[in-house]
T-cell receptor
Framework: QKEVEQNSGPLSVPEGAIASLNCTYS??????FFWYRQYSGKSPELIMS????GDKEDGRFTAQLNKASQYVSLLIRDSQPSDSATYLC????????????FGQGTRLTINP | SAVISQKPSRDICQRGTSLTIQCQVD?????MFWYRQQPGQSLTLIAT?????????ESGFVIDKFPISRPNLTFSTLTVSNLSPEDSSIYLC???????????FGPGTRLTVT
């Protein structure tokens, strides 16, 4: 079992709809969770961090965390073509703190 | 966040040679990290670099192949030695701002080995 798993996609969503990206992790002791956006040819950009169960909203982005189910998700409301990118889920590894483990990423395409 | 620069942004190298990548941060940071991103893949941590101590390498990465220096709190280098085509990747440095393990990435170095 991979430490952090994501559906690699591609995920195709019409413009204006909600894009839902999912991530599961195996280390039950993980405490910090991140979503990065990576445009083609660019480096990852941190867009959301979440540390406690529930929802965290920032503009059109909402991160959701459920530690009991070891599940974290990212919702993008009113999707725009500029949201087309690969989204990487990252989880901190408890052993040797401050190390992040990344999922394989989900490629998202927003269709005009 | 942090302003992070990397040099070079890209390079084409011959097999058997080495490439040294520089990472510069606009403010002092405790932790710096080096990642590799192979084509179409996610990020894999190579090592963690702390100032004043030896770098800590992840499983599958060794110091002889990927020597790292961390002379101060704003700068680090990663050398990829004895290059082979399998080393063709994007190499990224990142820094930890110390708040909940958030990491911020530099622009990356695209290495092609011929």
């Amino acid at each position: 079992q991979k430490e952090v798993e994501q559906n690699s996609g591609p995920l195709s969503v019409p413009e204006g709809a909600i894009a839902s990206l999912n991530c599961t992790y195996s280390d039950r002791g993980s405490q910090s969770f991140f979503w990065y956006r990576q445009y083609s040819g660019k480096s990852p950009e941190l867009i959301m961090s979440i540390y406690s169960n529930g929802d965290k909203e920032d503009g059109r982005f909402t991160a959701q965390l459920n530690k009991a189910s070891q599940y974290v998700s990212l919702l993008i409301r009113d999707s725009q073509p500029s949201d087309s990118a690969t989204y990487l889920c990252a989880v901190n590894r408890i052993q040797g703190a401050q190390k992040l483990v990344f999922g394989q990423g989900t490629r998202l395409t927003i269709n005009p | 966040s942090a302003v992070i620069s990397q040099k070079p942004s890209r390079d084409i190298c011959q097999r058997g040679t080495s490439l040294t990548i520089q990472c510069q941060v606009d403010s002092q940071v405790t932790m710096m990290f080096w990642y590799r991103q192979q084509p179409g893949q996610s990020l894999t941590l190579i090592a963690t670099a702390n100032q004043g101590s030896e770098a800590t390498y992840e499983s599958g990465f060794v110091i002889d192949k990927f020597p790292i220096s961390r002379p101060n709190l704003t700068f680090s280098t990663l050398t990829v030695s004895n290059l082979s085509p399998e080393d063709s990747s994007i190499y990224l440095c990142s820094v930890d701002r110390g708040q909940g393990y958030e990491q911020y990435f530099g622009p990356g170095t695209r290495l092609t080995v011929t």
